[in-house]
């Protein structure tokens, strides 16, 4: 006999999914909802390797190639704050098919560009579809999972993120042995297409909107149709006195995560979420180039720095997800970051008596350390911090902050690496990896483990404290 499920309020619903173990099927709706970010990883890395080829096929200076960079950057900020707010308005479904179709049509058209404005009105494009897709799929990871499993699952944006810039030297290595030369920046970049069109089609098949967005903003039938079809149990809606059959699609105001109840943990995550974003796209990004500074200009040490580089924040977003439920978030980020200082500042100090294979080993260790940190709990951390009502509004604040740091890490590295040399560029970085564990140790609550509403309920009470 199937279990029944009664459902009075939304609260019943979010109550259900928080201690609800899932079907078999739960681990695949999870990857397919973070499919977007595998597509999402690739289109931001995949240029990384192309960037020599491009610049001679444009005739691009230091300053251009920032900006074809940090278009794509721009248009994420844009995508994640709007994007957000849709997510809260319109539902997560929607707003899933909506940001492939854009990486779909962004990628091929930055592909096939003939010149630079081309190039950048279709980076933007493809910017705008990631900045969408992060707020999206992390809250609706958040809104399915249970509370034991919410953290690591949604965590594991990151690991799928390092595969993905994994993939773009292995996907370019074989055209590059067929000779491509000029156009493997077009194929690297026009790639992106298929994990974004493949990812849609499952989407569109697998996916149901999210029940407790529904339970909120369409009624308590809705959500009660989707559990039964998620969950397959029977469910009967008795609603309260006091609430309403259909509610009224909610329009979440911007300035609400800055009210006294979440201001403060809004501003720290802007901070956590800008400088993982600045040390990452300052290094991660220029892997590449990186490779070739350490190990010659040869292209094909372009290739396997991509490669063997990614593996390390493999292992380290790996690891994250693994141990985060048991450490939390803080002490998470606190060694990430802690570690991550300390391998820039060996990179700062020692370049000139170490030999190679340590300097490239110090390059993974930063990689591994802030992926294991902040480059994963960062994003994380936002999609956990706020209510259903505004999870994606405070999911896209948090993406868009990290495209805040993605820009100033864009236009960072070239400039700053052309007038003061590669090791003085990674001297001033420590800057942002320094101020962000400011941020972690400010930092005085944890939300892995807790209730999917549970801030909600708190600040209805008029005490709300941080460790919501």
Known sequence: MKQELIIRNARDVSDFIDQHAGGRSSWLIVLIALGGVFADGYDFTSLGIGVPALQHTFGL????????????????????????????????????????????????GAALSVNLAMLLAFRF????????????????????VNKNKRGGSCNMWAPVWSVAAACTGLIILPFYLAGFGENLWRIAVGFGAVPALIVLL?????????????????????????????????????????????????????????????SRRTLLIAVICMTQSMEYFAIGFNLPSISQTLFGKAFINAILGAVVFNIFGIVGSGLSALVMRRMG?????????????????????????LPVIDMGLLV????LAHSFGAGSQAMTTAALSYPTRIRGLGTGWGQGMVRVGSIIGFYFFPLLVSVAGFYNMIGFLIIAPALGLVATLMMNWNPVGANMDEVEILSRAKAVPEGA
């Open 364 to 367: 993974g260790l930063m990689i």
């Open 125 to 144: 494009l493809l910017g705008l579809g990631v900045g969408l897709d992060f707020p999206v799929a992390l809250s609706f990871v958040a809104e399915f």
């Open 202 to 262: 499952l989407r569109f098949k697998y996916i149901k909107e999210s029940a407790p967005w529904a339970a909120h903003n369409v009624g308590l039938a809705e959500a009660a149709r989707i559990l039964e079809a998620t969950y397959k149990i029977r469910t009967r809606v008795v609603p309260e006195a006091d609430q309403p059959t259909k509610p009224a699609i909610q329009d979440a105001k911007f300035g609400e995560i800055f009210s006294p109840v979440y």
């Open 61 to 108: 200076s230091p300053f251009e190639v920032g900006s074809v960079t940090a278009m794509m950057a721009i248009g994420a900020a844009i995508g994640a704050v709007w994007g957000g707010k849709a997510a809260d308005r319109v539902g997560r479904y929607k707003m899933f098919l909506i940001d492939l179709i854009l990486l779909v049509v962004g990628a091929l």
């Open 329 to 353: 978030s803080k002490l998470v980020m606190t060694i990430g970051y802690s570690f991550t200082i300390a391998a820039l500042l060996a990179m700062f100090e020692l370049h000139n008596t």
